[in-house]
């Protein structure tokens, strides 16, 4: 029997899963690293903990996984998308990985948008403007950062940096290159608008290469200190969310996919490149002939923890004493409630958002709030609001590439029955969650899989997908939805001008 490791390098950890060649699941190991915040609008990790993170996970399953000489077949890449390194000219870090979630290249996101630029770059590269682009962060670097700027000799991002530590090379694969909003994705190249707008030049880029790419001869020094065959192939991979997709069998046309851990996102694989005409949704590559059209949400589990440790204390109290989960004990408490949390209406835009309305400076809030109103209506009405705004990003998803015939829901938050439900109950479509957890390892090992010759092609995955539950919308909860989505919708967008107000008072106020 033959093996393959499918890695997934994220925003707060890194995950290794060990397959057999029918996607049975032998081996997992996780290793958690922190995000610092050190300034208003940053989000940065240190390459260096995240790189540590990737050795010992695979550490971990070669030193409990007993395989035989050369039974490895290979280990696969996915990898969180849109981060971003600067490097000196031995490709030694100048700076922390700079993540999705900085949003400090605002003002440059904001001043493409306004004098139009923005739309001929969205059209070429599929990358809606926002700040958590390489586009955006390079012209944050070249103006508030020149210092650093000038001694770049290359950029890229966290699983270039493990490529070219472990093998020399500096190397990108055209999924995470579709993603940096300085890629065409139509002539699969660099876009030169891009490149001259923030003045990047092509020999500071990472060479772009198959997503099926295998790369050997690994450094002698972390070989031996793995215990790892030198020869044993890495394929390159994909970006995270594109293989979340694969992991679930989600890759036929009208097969969507939702998934809602720390973030969240809907995705649907085409066999072309879509654009958008209101610039709502990206348009990212799977692989040269797939391509999966979505949008990203900043708001997705991040804002359940939030509520947990900020308005629940004494329930995370009650719940250790009790040996439960806090999470569980909270969705007990919003059970408490009818569907609508009594006209209670959360926006989740707490760490700003991407699609739809792509406004980084976008701010939360509960709305409609009365002297009625407890505890268990806000955190029902928080759940409920993470949900409303994925409902969102599925109409301009569905407006652009037609409606879904199946959804397929994966990440933390869709291990709660409650809250899968609630998915149900407001998009009014069966939502099935696959057993599978892990679905962008299992994505990132099909995609090693096909790369080594164990199996013929990515449709394999459906064999691997395992068991999966469904769950149907209930009248009596979605009425209740389609009467406050309305609400939802013209809210946030009416707010849009003042988001900006309160979120320039609170940066004075940093």
């Known amino acids: ?291 999966v059209v979505g949008g990203p949400v900043n708001n997705g589990g991040v804002v359940f923890r939030w509520a947990r440790d900020n308005l629940f204390d004494a329930e995370q109290s009650t719940a250790a004493l009790l040996k439960k989960d806090a999470y569980t004990l909270l969705t007990d408490i919003a059970q408490t409630v009818p569907a609508g949390a009594g006209g209670l209406l959360f926006l989740p835009f707490l760490g700003g958002e991407r699609a739809p309305i792509w406004d980084a400076n976008a701010r939360g809030a509960f709305f409609g709030l009365t002297q009625m109103h407890t505890r268990a209506n806000m955190i029902r009405a928080v759940l409920e609001g993470i949900v409303y705004n994925l409902y969102t990003v599925l109409l301009a998803l569905e407006e652009v590439v037609g409606k879904g015939k199946t959804i397929l829901a994966t990440g933390g938050f869709t291990q709660s029955p409650f809250c899968r439900q609630i998915l149900a109950d407001v998009f009014e479509q069966p939502i099935t969650i696959p057993e599978n957890f892990e679905s962008s390892c299992l994505g990132a090992a099909v995609m090693g899989m096909v790369s080594t010759g164990l199996v013929d092609n990515l449709n394999v995955v459906k064999q691997f997908v395992g068991p999966t539950k469904t769950y149907a919308p209930d009248p009596k909860n979605f009425r209740a939805y389609r009467e406050l989505m309305p609400i939802y919708i013209r809210l946030s967008r009416q707010l849009k001008d003042e988001y900006k107000n309160i979120a320039d008072f609170q940066k004075k106020q940093a």
């Open 1 to 291: 029997m033959n093996y393959v490791i499918g890695m997934d390098i994220g925003t707060t950890s890194t995950k290794g899963v060990l397959y057999d060649t029918n996607g049975k699941v032998i081996l997992q190991a996780e290793k958690l690293y922190p995000l610092y915040r050190d300034a208003s609008g940053m989000a940065e990790e240190d390459p260096e903990e995240i790189f540590e993170a990737v050795l010992a996970c695979l550490q971990d399953i070669l030193r409990h996984a007993d395989l035989k000489k050369n039974h490895l077949a290979a280990v696969s890449f996915s990898s969180v998308n849109q981060s971003l390194i600067v490097l000196d000219d031995q490709h030694r870090p100048l700076t922390r990985v700079i993540t999705w979630a900085d949003t400090r290249a605002a003002k440059y996101a904001d001043q493409l948008k306004a004098d139009g630029r923005g739309k001929s770059l969205y059209e070429h590269t599929g990358t809606p403007i926002h700040p958590m682009s390489l586009l955006c962060k390079l012209l944050w670097l070249k103006t508030e950062k020149k210092d650093i700027y000038d001694q770049a000799a290359y950029f890229g991002g966290i699983k270039e940096y493990v490529f070219y530590r472990l093998f020399g090379v500096w190397q990108m694969d055209i999924s995470v290159a579709s993603c940096t909003g300085i890629f065409n994705i139509f002539k699969l190249d660099w876009d030169a608008q891009a490149l001259a707008l923030t003045g990047a030049k092509r020999s500071q880029l990472p060479k772009i290469v198959d997503g099926y790419q295998q790369t050997k001869g690994m450094n002698p020094d972390f070989a031996k200190r793995l215990g790892y065959p030198t020869e044993t192939p890495f394929v390159q991979g994909a970006f995270d969310g594109a293989l979340s997709n694969l992991g679930v069998g989600a890759i036929e046309k009208g097969e969507m996919a939702v998934t809602i851990g720390t973030s969240g996102g809907i995705r649907v694989v085409t066999d072309h490149p879509v654009i958008d005409p209101k610039e709502r949704v990206f348009c990212y590559a799977l692989t040269r002939k797939m391509w």
